[in-house]
């Protein structure tokens, strides 16, 4: 069945750091790739998605491109800040296998200044 | 815009009592789907609606159950609690059947 694997945390980085998410998938047809992040005590907000191979989803100063030779879609961002602190969920869902999402495990991040 | 509502909050249930918890999607979204959130086994599905219709369901009992209204709203039940069934219960609403799913706060329910 579909699956998401996510590189395993904590992530500790210092505030300007560079940050890198990893991200892999698993799926039977073609999927729509979603991030989203979880603040503590909160619920799940959407970070940015793509729907299609090449596709590259924005927001906040985060990027992810969904790399379909690699099925990949590894979330990016060239300077975190302190705010940032929280856990990301890296998702899927495939029409094709009839799912809603399909989450990995979740990264915990957290920037200290 | 209004977005997803989840009620209660928070609600701590008695092993073998029955919960039931409600969510209001966004004005317009006929999908809702439902996960748990537990420390040991992450996020997982527990099952999708769409316009009043269970379209999918994830590997859970049968203790586990649901239903969506003609207004959208949706509505699970867990019968016979267990301790394993404390975590935090999400709902998330779509405007169509993939994709674009917006959550709520969540109900975290705690069986003692």
Known sequence: GDSVTQMEGPVTLSEEAFLTINCTYTATGYPSLFWYVQYPGEGLQLLLKATKADDKGSNKGFEATYRKETTSFHLEKGSVQVSDSAVYFCALSDPQAGTALIFGKGTTLSVSS | ?112
Not at chain 2, 12 to 30: A, D, N, Y
Not at chain 2, 50 to 79: D, I
């Open chain 2, 1 to 112: 815009k209004a977005g997803v509502t989840q009620t209660p909050r928070y609600l701590i249930k008695t092993r073998g009592q029955q919960v039931t918890l409600s969510c209001s999607p966004i004005s317009g979204h006929r999908s809702v789907s439902w996960y748990q959130q537990t420390p040991g086994q992450g996020l997982q599905f527990l099952f999708e609606y769409f316009s009043e219709t269970q379209r999918n369901k994830g590997n859970f009992p049968g203790r586990f159950s649901g239903r969506q209204f003609s207004n959208s709203r949706s509505e699970m039940n867990v019968s016979t609690l267990e301790l394993g069934d404390s975590a935090l219960y999400l709902c998330a609403s779509s405007p169509r059947t993939v994709g674009g799913y917006t959550f709520g706060s969540g109900t975290r329910l705690t069986v003692v």
